[in-house]
């Protein structure tokens, strides 16, 4: 595709769920991002997947966070028994591989509410 | 610990001025700085960068300076217009296998 895509768009779960949120990254690009955006607030970092080396996972808030990256490219978020302090706008980025200043490309993100 | 921050969270000008943007590191020196705009229910775009060799780079109506002495990076817009507002968040890098690390981001109003 032309963008980085997520899906869904919205998700609403009930406490204690557990929900999937999926990134497409653009074709070729190799390093994968994901960050939290709480109300008003900046970009939290999460987790950070570059080609085939070992994730970085420094972000993650709690062992109910994992993410994938399946073939290099499709990235799942999970987050189990979900709370309402996960409710937040989840963003996907991609970036092209090997070169340490080339920007990020963000989807438009996934606004998870936990009720 | 490494931090990047960005001052004000929010800053009302009048078309016309030119806003101007802060953004300053701790503890560490990054390699380079990006600047990116957000608009509500949108993820961030691209604006520019600056690496640490460099003093200025310039994008239309768009300046960016880093101070290394200072650890600070200045993001300019001249003849700013109400399209302008939105947010704008600073971020580093320190290395090619690092994380892009960003800012809480100033939310710039433009008034006319």
């Known amino acids: 595709g032309a963008g980085v895509s997520q899906s869904p768009s919205n998700k609403v779960t009930e406490k204690g769920k557990d929900v999937e949120l999926r990134c497409d990254p653009i074709?070729?690009?190799?390093?994968l991002y994901w960050y939290r955006q709480s109300l008003g607030q900046g970009l939290e970092f999460l987790i950070y997947f570059q080609g085939n080396s070992a994730p970085d996972k420094s972000g993650l808030p709690s062992d109910r966070f994992s993410a994938e990256r399946t073939g290099g490219s499709v990235s799942t978020l999970t987050i189990q028994r979900t709370q309402q302090e996960d409710s937040a706008v989840y963003l996907c980025?991609?970036?092209?591989?090997?070169?340490?200043?080339?920007?990020?490309?963000f989807g438009q993100g996934t606004r998870l509410t936990v009720v | 610990s490494q931090k990047i921050e960005q001052n004000s969270e929010a800053l009302n000008i009048q078309e016309g001025k030119t806003a101007t943007l802060t953004c300053n590191y701790t503890n560490y020196s990054p390699a380079y700085l990006q600047w990116y705009r957000q608009d509500p229910g949108r993820g961030p775009v691209f604006l520019l960068l600056?690496?640490?060799?460099?003093k200025e780079k310039r994008k239309e109506r768009l300046k960016v300076t880093f101070d290394t002495t200072l650890k600070q990076s200045l993001f300019h817009i001249t003849a700013s217009q109400p399209a302008d507002s939105a947010t704008y968040l600073c971020a580093r890098r320190n290395s090619g296998n690092t994380p892009l690390v960003f800012g809480k981001g100033t939310r710039l109003s433009v008034i006319a």
């Open positions: 980025a991609s970036s092209l591989p090997g070169q340490r200043n080339t920007e990020a490309f």
């Open positions: 074709s070729g690009h190799t390093a």
């Open positions: 600056i690496r640490e060799n460099e």
